[in-house]
């Protein structure tokens, strides 16, 4: 059975970082390429990163780029995203997806950032 | 970026009668590659979303067949046969044509 697994999530003051992780189980986790989704408060589903299979190539959303970092440790059957420079914009529910490239099928239960004073 | 516009936004359905839902894009969905990157995902109140349909009608693994999805270019439609209680949620199309990804704004399914 595939198991995501986020964690990491906080409450942070604008302008922190936080690393969310993601633990995968039940697949290949070295044949997927990978993705964080989020969904802010009452809103729908947004796209944030994804990265290839071995880390080579990794695509972000406008908002985030030069902030957000993705990696993934193959070893590990881990993802992870570096979130510098929060704000309040990016208070949301993070989701660990599997898959990328055109399409995801499965995530995670998700880990809540909360960006606020 | 690719704009996903989903109606109706909120539809109240009857147990057992049929659902529809109709997602238009932007821009035409056919990829370079001759694939239609078109996707459906329900979330279920406290869930993650999961995919239900990839590439316009292709039904994911243990998703029952009275899902389907179907069209071509910019407009498409998910259709429930006969709606049951577990059915319940939200419902988003997703593009995977276009970079960057891009969901529509989500239709709220429940039991009239």
């Known amino acids: 059975e595939v198991q995501l697994v986020e964690s990491g999530g906080d409450l942070v003051q604008p302008g922190g970082s936080l690393r969310l992780s993601c633990a995968a189980s039940g697949f290949t986790f070295s044949s997927y390429w990978m993705s964080w989704v989020r969904q802010a408060p009452e809103k729908g589903l947004e796209w944030v990163a994804n990265i290839k299979l071995d880390g080579s190539e990794k695509y972000y959303i406008d908002s985030v780029k030069g902030r957000f970092t993705i990696s993934r440790d193959n070893a590990k059957n881990s993802l992870y995203l570096q979130m510098n420079s929060l704000t309040a914009e990016d208070t949301a529910v993070y989701y660990c997806m599997r898959g990328g490239l055109h399409s995801m099928d499965v995530g995670g239960q998700g880990t809540t950032v909360t960006v606020s004073s | 970026d690719v704009v996903m516009t989903q109606s109706p936004l909120s539809l109240p359905v009857i147990l057992g009668q049929p659902a529809s839902i109709s997602c238009r894009s932007s821009?035409?969905?056919?990829?370079?590659?001759?694939?239609?990157?078109l996707n459906w995902f329900r979330q279920r109140p406290g869930q993650s979303p999961r995919r239900l349909i990839y590439?316009?009608?292709k039904r994911d693994s243990g998703v029952p067949d009275r899902f389907s999805g179907s069209g071509s270019g910019i407009d498409f439609t998910l259709k429930i046969t006969r709606v049951e209680a577990e059915d319940v949620g939200f419902y988003y199309c997703?593009?995977?044509?276009?970079?960057?990804?891009?969901f529509g704004q989500g239709t709220k399914v429940e039991i009239k």
């Open positions: 821009q035409s969905l056919v990829h370079s590659d001759g694939n239609t990157y």
């Open positions: 997703m593009q995977g044509t276009h970079w960057p990804l891009t």
């Open positions: 590439q316009v009608s």
